[in-house]
C-alpha cells in the first residue's frame, strides 16, 4: 500500500459479519444494555465509539457495570480530573484485578471448564480449570503472604510462557504487590538491567525450558540473577525440565507451594494501585519501567477482549507469546472476559514453519494473535494451512507488531480461512492493550485497521497540531484512558513520563506512530514516526517497502534508513538478508527495486541495496530503525544500542562496521 492511502471504497473488503454474527456479539448486547440502563440509543460501532469518547465517565463506568467489575466506591464518576498525564479515575475505588479475574471459578458454569490449556512441542496437553486455577492462585498468595511478601512489595519472574507465570501473576495481584515477568531466552545482564530497577525481594525462576527439540538449562542464569539482586530475600524454583541436580537448598519448590488448600482471599485497593511492571524495549537505553494500575487494567481488559475483540465464556485464546512483550499479558486479559486460554512455551516454528496453525487446531482455538513478520513467513514458505489442519473453530485473527502487507492479508483469506476475521491492531506496551483495531460490527479492507478501538480518542495529526485525513500524521490520543500508565518506575519528578508521550503536543498523548485516517473512518499504519524516511519533504513509511518485499521470495529479512546529509542530501540505504546461498546479484537489485517502484511509488526506490548477514531485532521481533540510524549519523555503539534489548544482538555488529566505514567517506 503505498503511504498516498486512498479511501476505503477504493480498498476491497475483505471481511464482514453477517446480521447474526453481528446481533450475538457482546457489543451488540452491551449497547442493548446501555440504551436500557443509560438510555443512550446506540445502533453502530462508530456511533458507540463517538459516545465512548464524548462521555469518558458514562462509558467506562457502563463497561465496569456491564461487567460487574468487583470492587466498591464506584460511586461518583468515573473520570474525576481529566488531564494529561494524571487523570484521576474512581479516586474512592478499592478492587483486585485477581479477584476479578477468577470471580469466574464460583460461577457455576464455569467452574469445571478449561481456564488454562497448555500444550509441549510433543503435542501433550494439561489442563486446568478456573476451580483448579483459583486453587492454585490461592495456595501461592497464602505463601507468599507468609514469606513476608505485601502490598507494594516487588514479585520478580523469569519464566517462559507456561501456566505457572499467569498462576505468579495472578497470586502477586491477589495480596497487592507488584508483579514483572522477563523471559529466560534473555541475557542475565539484560535481565538484571530490567529487574534491579525494582528491588525485589522475591524471585520466581526455572531450570529450563524446551525450545526446538532441545532442553535449555537456565540454573546458571538462575544464579547470576539472584547475586545481581542484593535485596532478594526467597527464590521460588519453577522445575520445568527435571533438573534434580547443583540446586541450592534454600530455594523453594514452586510445584509444592501450589497444592495447599485455603479460602481466596483478595487484597482490595485503590484503582491506580501498581499491578504490575512493564519494561520498553530499550532499544535505545535503559528500559524504561511502564507501571499499570489494578482498576485500569481490570477496564482495559474487559473492553478491549469482552467488546472489541469479542471473547468471553466459550472462547479459545492462543498467541505464542514471549514473557518479555506485552502480548504475553493479553492472556490474562483474556481470562478477565471469562474466555479461556492456551499456553505454548516451544518454538513457534517447531517441525515446521506452521506449527502455530497445528496447535490451533490441536487446542480448537476461536482466535489466534500472532505478529505480522510470522503470517508474511508462512506465506513465503509457501504452505497452506487451511488444507494440513482442520480450522474449523478459528474464527478470528489479530495481526500486530508492525504492519501486515496486502499480500500476507490475501493469502490468510486464500491459504488459511476464507472467512476468517483478520483485523491488524496497533497498540503499546505504553497501554497494555490497543488504539486501533477490530470490532465484530464493521467489514474490514484490505490493507486498513478497522477503526479506533472503543474509548480511544485517537487521530492523526500534522506537525502544526491539526487533525489531517487522507494523509500521513503523527498519531495522538486527544483524551485519557484508564489505562495509561500510573508512572514510570524511579520517575519521581514525572518528568520521564511527560517526555515520552507529551513534549509535542502538551496535554496530547504522541505514541511516535505515522498513520493515515481514511475518509471512511479506516486508518493505515506506516510504521514509527521516528524512523519514518523524508525525501524531499514527503514522508514515507518504511512499512510499505517491507510490504512491497514480501513478493521477492530471495529477500527473508529487510530494513531501511534514511540518512541526512550535508548541504541537504538524502542517502536511503536498503539492507537485506538473504535465503542461504543467494548472492546479490544485478538481476536480484533489480528486481528488488523494480518491485518496490511497482507496489509503492518511484520515491520509494532506495539509494542503495546491501547485503547483511541478519537485520537486528528486538525479542518482539521489531526491526531496530532508530538505534541503527543514530550508528550512521556517528552516535557510539554503547548508546546507540541496548544490546540487551535484542534477540540477536551478534548481527549489530555488522551494521557498526559499516557505519564506520560511511561515516569515514562523509565525515560526519
Not at 235 to 262: H, N, V
Not at 442 to 466: C, I, R
Request: with cysteine; net charge negative.
Amino acid at each position: 500500500m503505498s503511504i498516498q492511502s486512498t479511501a476505503a471504497e477504493h480498498r476491497p473488503v475483505t471481511w464482514k459479519p453477517t446480521a447474526e454474527q453481528q446481533q450475538s456479539s457482546r457489543l451488540w448486547d452491551f449497547m442493548s444494555w446501555v440504551a436500557e440502563h443509560r438510555h443512550v440509543s446506540l445502533n453502530t460501532y462508530r456511533e458507540t465509539w463517538q459516545w465512548s469518547v464524548d462521555d469518558l465517565s458514562g462509558f467506562w463506568d457502563s463497561v465496569r457495570e456491564y461487567f460487574n467489575v468487583v470492587g466498591e466506591g464506584f460511586d461518583g464518576p468515573a473520570l474525576t480530573e481529566e488531564r494529561m498525564p494524571g487523570a484521576v479515575w474512581y479516586p474512592n475505588a478499592k478492587l483486585n484485578f485477581a479477584e476479578n479475574v477468577l470471580r469466574h471459578a464460583q460461577a457455576p458454569e464455569l467452574a469445571e471448564s478449561t481456564a488454562i490449556l497448555t500444550i509441549q512441542e510433543d503435542d501433550s496437553v494439561t489442563e486446568l480449570t478456573w476451580r483448579q486455577l483459583e486453587s492454585q492462585v490461592s495456595s501461592l498468595a497464602t505463601h507468599l503472604r507468609r514469606l513476608g511478601i505485601g502490598a507494594g512489595d516487588r514479585v520478580a519472574a523469569v519464566l517462559p510462557n507456561v501456566p505457572e507465570a499467569i498462576i505468579g501473576l495472578l497470586a502477586t495481584s491477589a495480596i497487592g504487590a507488584i508483579w514483572t515477568i522477563n523471559s529466560p531466552d534473555l541475557s542475565a545482564a539484560a535481565t538484571l538491567e530490567r529487574l534491579r530497577q525494582l528491588e525485589p525481594k522475591l524471585l520466581i525462576g526455572v531450570d529450563g525450558y524446551r525450545f526446538n527439540g532441545k532442553d535449555v538449562d537456565r540454573l546458571e542464569h538462575l544464579s547470576d540473577v539472584e547475586a545481581g539482586l542484593p535485596g532478594l530475600e526467597h527464590t521460588i524454583l519453577l522445575r520445568s525440565i527435571g533438573q534434580e541436580t547443583g540446586d541450592p537448598t534454600d530455594r523453594l519448590d514452586f510445584a509444592s507451594l501450589m497444592t495447599d488448600p485455603t479460602e481466596p482471599g483478595y487484597e482490595r485497593v485503590a484503582f491506580d494501585h501498581p499491578l504490575w511492571v512493564l519494561f520498553s524495549s530499550g532499544t535505545t537505553g535503559a528500559p524504561k519501567g511502564i507501571v499499570h494500575g489494578h482498576g485500569g487494567m481490570t477496564l482495559e481488559a474487559l473492553k478491549g477482549t469482552g467488546l472489541n475483540q469479542d471473547m468471553g465464556p466459550g472462547e479459545r485464546y492462543y498467541v505464542a507469546a514471549n514473557t518479555s512483550w506485552m502480548v504475553w499479558n493479553t492472556l490474562v486479559n483474556n481470562l478477565m472476559s471469562g474466555a479461556s486460554v492456551v499456553t505454548y512455551a516451544g518454538s513457534p516454528m517447531y517441525g515446521r514453519k506452521d506449527r502455530q496453525f497445528d496447535i490451533l487446531a490441536r487446542t480448537g482455538a476461536t482466535m489466534f494473535a500472532t505478529g505480522a513478520a510470522y503470517l508474511s513467513l508462512v506465506e513465503k514458505s509457501g504452505l497452506e494451512p487451511g488444507r494440513a489442519w482442520d480450522l474449523s473453530t478459528l474464527r478470528s485473527i489479530l495481526s500486530t507488531g508492525s504492519p501486515l502487507p496486502d499480500s500476507t492479508w490475501l493469502w490468510v483469506h486464500d491459504h488459511v480461512k476464507h472467512d476468517v476475521h483478520l483485523g491488524s491492531d496497533t497498540g503499546g506496551t505504553d497501554i497494555c492493550s490497543g488504539f486501533i483495531g477490530s470490532n465484530p460490527l464493521e467489514p474490514v479492507h484490505l490493507g486498513e485497521l478497522q477503526g479506533p478501538l472503543l474509548g480511544v480518542a485517537v487521530e492523526a495529526w500534522s506537525d502544526a497540531g491539526q487533525r489531517v485525513v487522507e494523509e500521513v500524521g503523527e498519531m495522538v490520543i486527544t483524551r485519557p484512558m484508564p489505562s495509561m500508565p500510573v508512572f514510570f518506575w524511579g520517575d519521581e519528578t514525572g518528568a520521564r513520563y511527560q517526555g515520552s508521550y507529551f513534549e509535542k503536543f502538551p496535554g496530547v498523548w504522541t505514541q511516535g506512530d505515522w498513520i493515515t485516517e481514511t475518509r471512511a473512518g479506516g486508518f493505515a499504519v506506516h510504521g514509527r514516526s521516528d524512523a519514518t524516511l523524508n525525501r524531499s519533504g514527503v514522508r514515507l513509511g518504511s512499512a510499505d517497502i517491507y510490504a512491497a518485499l514480501q513478493h521477492v521470495p530471495e529477500v527473508t529479512e529487510s530494513m531501511v534508513i534514511g540518512l541526512e546529509q550535508r548541504g541537504g542530501g538524502y542517502y536511503m540505504p536498503l539492507f537485506v538478508a538473504l535465503e542461504p546461498g543467494r548472492q546479490l546479484t544485478e538481476e536480484l537489485k533489480n528486481k528488488i527495486t523494480g518491485t518496490i517502484r511497482q507496489l509503492t511509488s518511484a520515491r520509494h526506490v532506495p539509494d542503495d541495496i546491501i547485503a547483511v548477514p541478519a537485520v537486528p531485532v528486538t525479542h518482539a521481533l521489531k526491526k531496530i530503525e532508530v538505534p541503527i540510524k543514530k550508528l550512521f549519523t556517528g552516535h557510539s555503539p554503547d548508546t546507540a544500542i541496548n544490546r540487551g534489548s535484542l534477540a540477536n544482538p551478534e548481527a549489530v555488529d555488522w551494521f557498526i562496521d559499516q557505519a564506520r566505514l560511511y561515516l569515514s567517506h562523509h565525515h560526519q
